[in-house]
């Protein structure tokens, strides 16, 4: 019997984080492996040498550059993981940087321009925009007020979001359109299984606070099949293979109002909770399930 070992964050202190560690770890139990729960913290490489897995499936996720780490080791000491390698990890984890790449290939994405604390920033794109933070994840620092559309509003905004400890921030043009995300697995033939729309106003965007309302976002998430279908695919997957993202991963799309698919954030380590996360949603509408999504992610060819 092969062993798995499921690597997380016990601090992350987003609501479905620890009992996404649940559903895995009995999805993994649930496809033959024998399973032990492994946190990243100061003993991590002993446990490993412990342990002694097969596989490592990688589930720690984190605001910055240390989610870089969990791969960076595991690639050191020659144990197989799951998910994008810490090269496609950095990348992604910069909205900047990733921006830069996508514009590089083509891929539509928002105007921007970048502040960091204490240095001077140049206002390179006309009102409104989005300010938000560079090195953020699941909606972290974004708001009602993350919309500005005018010289108050963006002092307002960056003086409070540099007051959390976030030392870099993001501007990008704010996209009236829908909300659409879509799911991705698979590393050398990778393939799209599904696509899904978040129901809110089109000068609306995703925040925190709508996230937290469980019961309601529930409702405002749907499977979209609607304009421009076959093009959002495309470009999710462009997206997707121009990062070199590997195993799975998810593509945060704004369809404007005059139907361009705007790449807004590629999420390497999406979340894995089976009624509050996407990807789940997607691999049970394409009727993988989610122990099938589970076994592809581990079972993938890198």
Do not use: W
């Amino acid at each position: 019997m092969n062993k798995c070992v499921l690597v997380y964050n016990k601090d992350r202190d987003i609501i479905t984080a620890k009992e996404s560690v649940n559903y895995i770890e009995d999805a993994i139990i649930r496809l033959g492996y024998t399973c032990s729960l492994v946190p990243f913290d100061k003993h991590f490489i002993s446990n490993m040498i412990e342990e002694k897995p097969d596989i490592v499936f990688n589930y720690y996720t984190a605001t910055g550059s240390s989610q870089v780490l969990v791969p960076s080791i595991l690639e050191t000491m020659n144990i197989r993981y799951t998910g994008s390698d810490p090269i496609t990890q950095a990348m992604a984890i910069d909205k900047e940087y990733t921006s830069i790449i996508l514009q590089s290939y083509k891929v539509p994405t928002p105007q921007f321009f970048t502040m960091k604390k204490e240095e001077t920033f140049i206002q390179s794109i006309p009102f409104p925009f989005i300010v938000k933070p560079a090195l953020g994840g699941s909606s972290e620092g974004i708001s009602c007020a993350s919309i500005v559309y005018t010289e108050k509003d963006l002092d307002r905004v960056v003086d409070s979001l540099f007051s959390q400890d976030f030392d870099k921030l993001i501007a990008s043009s704010f996209i009236k359109g829908k909300e659409l995300t879509v799911g991705v697995i698979g590393s050398k033939c990778p393939r799209v299984i599904g696509l899904i729309e978040t129901r809110i106003k089109p000068d609306e965007i995703l925040t925190k606070e709508i996230k937290d309302e469980l019961e309601v976002y529930d409702e405002r998430v749907i499977t979209y099949s609607g304009a421009h279908y076959e093009e959002i695919k495309n470009i999710a997957l462009k997206s997707y293979k121009a990062i070199n993202c590997k195993g799975y991963g998810r593509i945060d799309i704004r369809l404007s109002e005059d139907g361009i698919p705007y790449v807004i954030d590629i999420n390497t380590l999406p979340g894995l909770h089976p009624r509050y996360s996407y990807l789940p949603r997607m691999a049970e509408d394409a009727k993988l399930g989610y122990i099938g999504l589970i076994k592809e992610i581990i079972e993938d060819e890198k």
